[in-house]
């Protein structure tokens, strides 16, 4: 007779016992976690998301606001030649010009100095500019409205006229520069 049998019939504990069954697993608490990872997981993903696309819009309004500030400046100057300081203000307008439109400035840089002399002093305003689309190459395309103030050599009569451009304003570097300049009739 086996020894097993013989502890079996006697009536005493078995010496090795048998394995006795696992108690059912309890997935609440695994479940829970995978469930809370994936939320956490997912929320994180998404606030990246949205940071990266106020980033992209913070950036592309502060160069939408330094585009237009620098349009304003220059349509400013550019609208108010003074007449006692004529080759400073062809000066100024040809340091902050580029491409196509330097080229014709310069070309034309005699007759403006005598028109600009013979003219009587004018002060330009910006009455309202806006970006109408940036173009592929990084330049913008800017829509300004402006108003010239002159006064008749008698000083007795002021007179005022309102004019639109198309100006073209591209970053070279830090600095932002006009290549284009078209009056719109």
């Given at each position: 007779?086996?020894?097993r049998?013989?502890?079996?019939?006697?009536?005493?504990?078995?010496f090795?016992?048998?394995?006795?069954?696992?108690?059912?697993?309890?997935?609440?608490?695994?479940?829970?976690?995978?469930?809370?990872?994936?939320?956490?997981?997912?929320?994180?993903?998404?606030c990246?998301?949205?940071?990266?696309?106020?980033?992209?819009?913070?950036?592309?309004?502060?160069?939408?606001?330094?585009?237009?500030?620098?349009?304003?400046?220059?349509?400013?100057?550019?609208?108010?030649?003074?007449?006692?300081?004529?080759?400073?203000?062809?000066?100024?307008?040809?340091a902050?010009v580029?491409?196509?439109?330097?080229?014709?400035?310069?070309?034309?840089?005699?007759?403006?100095?005598?028109?600009?002399?013979?003219?009587?002093?004018?002060?330009?305003?910006?009455?309202?500019?806006?970006?109408?689309?940036?173009?592929d190459?990084?330049?913008?395309?800017?829509?300004?409205?402006?108003?010239?103030?002159?006064?008749?050599?008698?000083?007795?009569?002021?007179?005022?006229r309102?004019?639109?451009?198309?100006?073209?304003?591209?970053?070279?570097?830090?600095?932002?520069?006009?290549?284009?300049?078209?009056?719109?009739?």
């Open positions: 007779m086996s020894p049998r013989k502890i079996k019939d006697s009536g005493q504990e078995p090795v016992c048998a394995t006795r069954p696992r108690p059912p697993r309890r997935w609440g608490l695994p479940l829970a976690a995978i469930i809370a990872a994936a939320v956490t997981v997912a929320a994180i993903t998404l990246a998301l949205v940071l990266i696309s106020h980033e992209k819009q913070s950036r592309a309004t502060i160069k939408d606001v330094a585009a237009l500030g620098y349009v304003r400046s220059f349509m400013t100057e550019f609208t108010s030649p003074d007449p006692f300081r004529a080759n400073d203000y062809a000066e100024r307008i040809l902050q580029t491409g196509e439109f330097a080229e014709q400035y310069r070309q034309n840089q005699n007759a403006i100095l005598v028109g600009v002399a013979q003219s009587e002093p004018t002060t330009g305003t910006v009455l309202d500019a806006g970006i109408s689309r940036w173009n190459d990084g330049s913008v395309d800017v829509l300004v409205v402006t108003k010239f103030t002159s006064k008749s050599p008698d000083g007795k009569l002021q007179l005022e309102a004019s639109r451009w198309v100006v073209t304003a591209q970053q070279e570097g830090e600095r932002w520069k006009i290549s284009s300049l078209t009056p719109i009739i």
